[in-house]
Nanobody
Framework: QVHFVESGGGLVQPGGSLRLSCAAS????????MGWYRQAPGKQRELVAQ???????NYGNSVKGRFTISRDNAKNTAYLQMDNLEPEDTAVYYC??????????WGQGTQVTVSS
C-alpha cells in the first residue's frame, strides 16, 4: 500500500501561484510514477502532470507552460508548482502514484480555487 499526505491547496487570485506537495509513504520502492489529476464539478478527472522514475514529464494540454512537476526522492515527495493560475484551474487536485504492476494509488484530494 501507498499512503499520501497532500498539502498546498487554497484560494488564490487569477495570475497567482500555488505549490502542491504530496509526501508518499508505504511501499515506495514499487512506485514508478507520481503526479496529479484534477476534477472540477461536473467534469471528468483529468491528468495535470506526471513524472516517472526515468525523469520524463507529462502535462495536460491546458497546463503546459504554467505548471511544473518535480520530485524529491530523498523525501519521497512530489511537488506541483502552479503559476499564472486561471479560474478554469479550479478543481480538487488528487495526488497519484503508479506501481510497477500498474496499480494506481490516490490521495484524498486538495481543493484549489482560483477566483478574484
Amino acid at each position: 500500500q501507498v499512503h499520501f499526505v497532500e498539502s498546498g491547496g487554497g484560494l488564490v487570485q487569477p495570475g497567482g501561484s500555488l505549490r502542491l506537495s504530496c509526501a508518499a509513504s508505504g511501499i515506495i520502492s514499487s512506485i514508478v510514477a507520481m503526479g496529479w489529476y484534477r476534477q472540477a464539478p461536473g467534469k471528468q478527472r483529468e491528468l495535470v502532470a506526471q513524472l516517472n522514475d526515468r525523469g520524463s514529464e507529462n502535462y495536460g494540454n491546458s497546463v503546459k507552460g504554467r505548471f511544473t512537476i518535480s520530485r524529491d526522492n530523498a523525501k519521497n515527495t512530489a511537488y506541483l508548482q502552479m503559476d499564472n493560475l486561471e479560474p478554469e484551474d479550479t478543481a480538487v487536485y488528487y495526488c497519484n502514484a503508479v506501481s510497477k504492476s500498474l496499480i494506481q494509488y490516490w490521495g484524498q484530494g486538495t481543493q484549489v480555487t482560483v477566483s478574484s
